[in-house]
T-cell receptor, first 113, second 113 residues
């Protein structure tokens, strides 16, 4: 069974730009969650999508948005990038609720110059 | 806001030593999950504990969930270099907007040969 796939693995952007990250969940998993991981704050929950609807949301500004497609693939968009957005962005999938055990991808490392 | 505190933050030991890492909160969780993350990879689930007082063993790793379901510990016996990694605990909330995982900041374990 293929795992969670995230693309791209690495991205370098400059302040003010926008970026789109992609996540393909495990086949059959309908819940996709996004997390931001930084050395100072650890893993922080961004949002969760289920059946193309945002079901849960963390405490991040509106510059962070996402969507989910009918095949459960998900994208995350960050607009007007700031230096503090440099982080590892992790996608995770599960069959049902986002508080169930998660299967993580290997992340997208985003660096803002 | 549910918070999880992990201690110690860093731990460097010699092969063969025993160690315990802790995960504490003032909040009650419906379950608690432990993950291990290696450099360049996403977290991988080790175990889920659900019942207060529950103890689970995974080879040399022993996980315990506190009676009040607010805290947990991970004990490793005779640590090996392959145990090196970032150990994360995650509490599962329940009800409404709490259907999500709250992660601790992790314990970075280094086992030296």
């Amino acid at each position: 069974k293929a795992g969670v796939t995230q693309t791209p693995r690495y991205l370098i952007k400059t302040r003010g730009q926008q970026v789109t990250l992609s996540c393909s969940p495990i086949s059959g998993h309908r819940s996709v969650s996004w997390y931001q991981q930084t050395p100072g704050q650890g893993l922080q929950f961004l949002f969760e999508y289920f059946s193309e609807t945002q079901r849960n949301k963390g405490n991040f500004p509106g510059r962070f948005s996402g969507r989910q497609f009918s095949n459960s693939r998900s994208e995350m968009n960050v607009s007007t990038l700031e230096l503090g957005d440099s982080a590892l962005y992790l996608c995770a999938s599960s069959p049902g609720q986002s508080n169930q055990p998660q299967h993580f991808g290997d992340g997208t490392r985003l660096s803002i110059l | 806001t549910q918070l999880l505190e992990q201690s110690p933050q860093f731990l460097s030991i010699q092969e063969g030593e025993n160690l315990t890492v802790y995960c504490n909160s003032s909040s009650v969780f419906s379950s608690l999950q432990w993950y291990r993350q290696e450099p360049g990879e996403g977290p991988v689930l080790l175990v889920t504990v659900v019942t207060g007082g529950e103890v689970k063993k995974l080879k040399r790793l022993t996980f315990q969930f506190g009676d009040a379901r607010k805290d947990s510990s991970l004990h490793i016996t005779a640590a090996q270099p392959g145990d090196t990694g970032l150990y994360l605990c995650a509490g599962a909330g329940s009800g409404g907007s709490n259907y999500k995982l709250t992660f601790g900041k992790g314990t970075l374990l280094t086992v030296n040969p």
